[in-house]
Every structure is written in C-alpha cells, then in structure tokens.
C-alpha cells in the first residue's frame, strides 16, 4: 500500500506524517519552525527516510500555488525574512515523487472535505481564527487559488463604537484578522483569549466581528458549509452567538435549506484537529494518482 | 453550423438571440419583462421557429443554479411576486434541445472571459453596478453557485461619515447595493446618476463604496482581473478613483504583477454591453457540446 508524506508547515512548528491513502497517520513528527537552512534538510532527509511515495505540502504564506506561475512553490514577502523567496517546494524535489503544494489553509479546507465535517460537499469555505485570520476556500471541488490565493482575513469590517484604534494589523486600521484574531484579543483586554473564559463583552464583541466576516464569505462564496478552527474558537461559547448574529446580519435576504439549518451550517472543526495533516495527505494522494493516470 | 439560442432574462426585458457558436450574434428581439403567463409561451415560440439546436439562459436571481438541486431552473424568492418559484427552466424543454441555464451575471463573467476582457483567465469576477449590483463569478474556469449563487452584492460596508441612513436596500442598513447602486445614487442626491456627471463629490463617495466592496473580492476570490459593467459605470471617471482606492485600502499587503499593474486589473467590460447575451450564446454552445460529448 501507498505510504503518503505530509507536512504541515506553520509559522510556529512544522509537522511531518506518513499516512495511508485512507488518511490513518501511522508516524508523525513536530519540529519547530526556524529559518530554512535551519530545518529545511532535516525535512528532506525525514520524508527521504520515511520511505514516502508522494508527498502533500501545506505551507504558510503568501505563497505560489499556481503551478503554471514561476511563483509556485516559493515563499513570497513574508514578515519571515529568511523565508522571503525561499523555493520551498523545489527542496523538496531530490525526493523524486510526485509532491502537491498548497497553502496551510487550502490543505485544512481539503481535509475537512475529505475526512471532516463537511464530507460529500463541494464549495466550502474553512476558516481559522488563531495568531492571524485565514480561510481556506473549495469551489466546485476545486481549491480556490486565482491570482495569488485567497487572504479573506484582511477583508475590512466596521469598527464597533468604542473599539477605534484596536486593530492590530501593520496594514490596515480595521481587517478582520486585526480586529478579530487572538492577538487582537490579547492587546484589546490585556490578556490572552483562554485566560477571558468567563468574561461574556469579550467573546459577545469577538462574535460580532466573526459574523460580519463570515456573513461576507456567506455572500461571496455562497460555501455550502463554512468550518470555523483555530485557537480562538476554542472557546466554544462563540459558535452560537455567531450563528445568530450572521443571520441577524443577512436578515432573511436569503432563503436556503442550509441557512435554515444554520447550527449544522457554521460549524466545528471534524478532524480533531488534524484537518491540516489530513489535508496534505490528501494533496499527496491525489499527486499519486494524477502521477500514475 | 449550429444555432444556438440566447436568452438574457433581466428584470426590465428579456433579450432573445440567435448567435453562431463562435459569438457572432444573427437575429435579436426585444420585449419587456412582465409575468411569466405573458411571456413565456412567446419566447418558447420564437426560439422554437428560428430553429435554435440549443439555448443558454441567464436569468435574474435569485435562481436555483444547482443542477442537482430540485429548485435547478426555478425562480426563488424575489420581490416579482409573479415570477416567485416559477419553474423557468422547465417552461423550454418542449423545445427538445440542450439548455444551459445560470445567472445574468454568471453569464455575463462568461462572456467577458470567452469574448470580452478577461480572454484567457480563468478566475474572473463581473460587477454590474445598475439598478442593483451583482456579482458573477467564475473559479478555475468554473461559474460559481455553492449553496445558491454569490449575492456579493449585498455585503456589509462601513458606512461613510454623513451618509448614515441612506441605505435603500430593504434588507440591510448598510450593504454595498443598498448605499452604492443606481438608486441610492439618486435617493442621495435627489437626481438620476447621469443628471450628476458633473458633481465631483457624487463620484468620490461612489468609488469609496465601490471600492471597499470591490476590494472584498479582490481579498476572498483572489481574482486575475475584475471587470465593472452596468449603468452606473458608464460614468467612466470612476475607474481611476476606484483603482486609486482600491490599492489604499489594501495598502501593500497584496504583492502581485496583477495589482502592480491596476489599469489592467480593474477593468470596462469589453463585449461592448453585450456580454450577457454572448454569455447566453457560450451556456448554448457548452449545453450543445455537452449533449453531443
Ligand atoms: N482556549 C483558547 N481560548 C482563546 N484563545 C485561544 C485559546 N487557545 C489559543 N488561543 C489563541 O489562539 C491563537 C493561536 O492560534 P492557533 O490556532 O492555536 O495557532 P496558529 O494560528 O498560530 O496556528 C493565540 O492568539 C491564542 O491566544
Ligand atoms: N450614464 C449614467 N450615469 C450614471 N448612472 C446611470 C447612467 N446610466 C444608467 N445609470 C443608472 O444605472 C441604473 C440602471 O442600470 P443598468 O445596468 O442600465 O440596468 P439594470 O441594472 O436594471 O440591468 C439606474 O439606476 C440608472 O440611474
Ligand atoms: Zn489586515
Ligand atoms: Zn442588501
């Protein structure tokens, strides 16, 4: 049988698996995330080793997913600079099989069509709310990539009277992620998410956030399910907030069985975490086959 | 050479065509929109004697796209009391042809991808900013549906300062259409929107909306070019201001050769406003091509 690599690589730890092409993890390994020249090798040498036959890469970004850009593969202008520009993928190409490429995100999506919470859908959207905002997008069974690929954490919400001046992010004054992701969290209250349980205008104001944003995915993506992970939902006392308030938002604009049904709507995560990992050995699989077709 | 039939159903009029394969348009009616026991039979009629081997229809929404879905073909939820769950699509299968059916503003993104400015992309968004605003979009080479089809036109914006209560959208107090589409133009001002050509303050307001909901997209669908049609848009000095706009509120964050060149990002339609109905032509021919596969 297919022994399947699969590496998660995060801004903070990268992790590394061989699964089977039914998604069981038989090994897996954490290291953290340093510079490239620090971890890259080891990684090579660990799928090398592991005896792989394909291999799927869940990497942070911005990054190169196009195949057909001479961006593909390549870590672009990230606030990592010893991975600016760094061609992550051909790294890994001395290994000699076929190998998919995706971002973090993508991959998280994918494995929760796959293994997860939204098994048999097609256009789904999975969003993680943890250190930054992103989301991961499938449309008709396809990730979404286009231009670059999407950043649908730095859509830009309105301000709710009396939070002016809390957004985070260095690059704009009110986006999501700096309004709405953990660190955001942190400098607003003074402490970090898990330690403001018990204290309901923090998570009433985050759930505010996440539902104008996720209303927005709603309307443009139109996701037959959307995926909400990451640290920050954690506190699981968001969930139902946020499903009121998006539909508050759309206030019955539209008419779906879906929304109908907005608790198996927005949803948790279903991989118990490993949506990432699942993911890329998903991404791996279907190098596989495409290799062999 | 096939004939391939071409109806652009829009709120006001429906556009009935008959086109070559390769978009070149042969015969051309016009007649108003009223309900569907009006116009209907007439249509059938008229596509059924100008010998049409298949039909592309692009319809006002919210209709069900989905062709899995029981309401595929089916006008939902719309305030055209007469037209509400109408089976449309069903109405022209006594022409015994292949029919391909979507929205008039996915049919219009697949007109300016196969005919107009977006000629080989493949990931594409068309607004139409006129009496409402649309958004069609298409992912991979594929329109987008998911659970019903985008509504992006009613995303949430921050409101300006000063404009607070001049939101026109019956749903929400502060959605893109509601502040930005033709009407609210002219309950703001008092006058139609080419009454105002000459008011500099009407179109810096106009490209600051236009321009948040038009960055959403470029941050959610990752979009290769973004084309702007619709009445609205015909006043053409808001393409500088919306472009200019655009790139402020991303701020850098987006580095790519696309939005380095904006002119060419942020775009007129290019089929002359014909897209909708060369949109219909290429649904015909596809529904042809499929049926003969
Ligand atoms: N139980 C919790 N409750 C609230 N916030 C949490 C919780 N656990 C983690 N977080 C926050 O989530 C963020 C980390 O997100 P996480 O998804 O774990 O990692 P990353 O996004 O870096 O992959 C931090 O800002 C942290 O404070
Ligand atoms: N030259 C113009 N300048 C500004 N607004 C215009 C102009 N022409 C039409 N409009 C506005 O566009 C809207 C009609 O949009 P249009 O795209 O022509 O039709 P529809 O959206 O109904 O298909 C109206 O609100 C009208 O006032
Ligand atoms: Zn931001
Ligand atoms: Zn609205």
Same mark, same amino acid.
């Given at each position: 049988?297919?022994?399947?690599?699969?590496? $998660?690589?995060?801004? !903070?730890?990268?992790? &590394?698996?061989?699964? !089977?092409?039914?998604?069981?993890?038989? $090994?897996?390994?954490?290291?953290? !995330?340093?510079?490239?020249?620090?971890?890259?090798?080891?990684?090579? *040498?660990?799928?090398?080793?592991?005896?792989?036959?394909? #291999?799927?890469?869940?990497?942070?970004?911005?990054? /190169?997913?196009?195949? @057909? @850009?001479?961006?593909?593969?390549?870590?672009?202008?990230?606030?990592?600079?010893?991975?600016?520009?760094? +061609?992550? &993928?051909?790294?890994?190409?001395?290994?000699?099989?076929?190998? /998919?490429?995706?971002?973090?995100?993508?991959?998280?999506?994918?494995?929760?069509?796959?293994?997860?919470?939204?098994? =048999?859908?097609?256009?789904?959207?999975?969003?993680?709310?943890?250190?930054?905002? =992103?989301?991961?997008?499938?449309?008709?069974?396809?990730?979404?990539?286009?231009?670059?690929?999407? *950043?649908?954490?730095?859509?830009?919400?309105?301000?709710?009277?009396? +939070? $002016? /001046?809390?957004?985070?992010?260095?690059?704009?004054?009110?986006?999501?992620?700096? #309004?709405?992701?953990?660190? @955001?969290?942190?400098?607003?209250?003074?402490?970090?998410?898990? *330690?403001?349980?018990?204290?309901?205008?923090?998570?009433?104001?985050?759930?505010?956030?996440?539902?104008?944003?996720?209303?927005?995915?709603? #309307?443009?993506?139109?996701?037959?399910?959307?995926?909400?992970?990451? =640290?920050?939902?954690?506190?699981?006392?968001?969930?139902?907030?946020?499903?009121?308030?998006?539909?508050?938002? &759309?206030?019955?604009?539209?008419?779906?069985?879906? &929304?109908?049904?907005? +608790?198996?709507?927005?949803?948790?995560?279903?991989?118990?975490?490993?949506?990432?990992?699942?993911?890329?050995?998903?991404?791996?699989?279907?190098?596989?086959?495409?290799?062999?077709?």
């Amino acid at each position: 049988m297919a022994r399947i690599g699969a590496l $998660e690589a995060g801004g !903070t730890k990268m992790v &590394l698996s061989v699964g !089977t092409p039914e998604g069981e993890v038989l $090994e897996r390994e954490e290291i953290p !995330t340093q510079g490239p020249q620090d971890c890259v090798d080891r990684m090579v *040498e660990w799928f090398g080793s592991h005896n792989v036959d394909a #291999l799927g890469i869940g990497a942070f970004g911005p990054t /190169g997913v196009n195949p @057909s @850009s001479s961006s593909y593969g390549k870590i672009l202008e990230t606030p990592k600079t010893a991975w600016r520009h760094f +061609d992550f &993928l051909s790294a890994f190409k001395p290994l000699g099989i076929p190998i /998919g490429y995706d971002t973090d995100v993508n991959v998280a999506c994918l494995g929760e069509v796959t293994y997860g919470s939204c098994k =048999g859908l097609d256009t789904v959207v999975y969003l993680t709310v943890g250190t930054g905002i =992103g989301a991961g997008v499938m449309v008709s069974g396809q990730l979404l990539h286009g231009m670059l690929h999407p *950043e649908a954490g730095h859509i830009l919400l309105e301000i709710q009277p009396g +939070d $002016e /001046g809390n957004c985070v992010c260095p690059y704009h004054d009110r986006c999501f992620e700096g #309004l709405a992701a953990g660190p @955001s969290i942190e400098h607003r209250w003074g402490k970090k998410g898990f *330690e403001l349980a018990d204290r309901p205008e923090v998570w009433d104001l985050e759930s505010t956030y996440l539902a104008e944003g996720i209303s927005t995915y709603v #309307l443009c993506y139109s996701p037959q399910r959307i995926v909400l992970g990451g =640290g920050v939902m954690k506190q699981t006392q968001l969930f139902p907030l946020v499903r009121k308030k998006v539909l508050e938002n &759309l206030n019955g604009y539209l008419v779906t069985p879906e &929304l109908a049904d907005i +608790d198996s709507y927005i949803v948790e995560a279903g991989c118990k975490g490993d949506q990432g990992v699942l993911g890329c050995i998903e991404l791996g699989r279907r190098a596989l086959e495409a290799a062999r077709a």
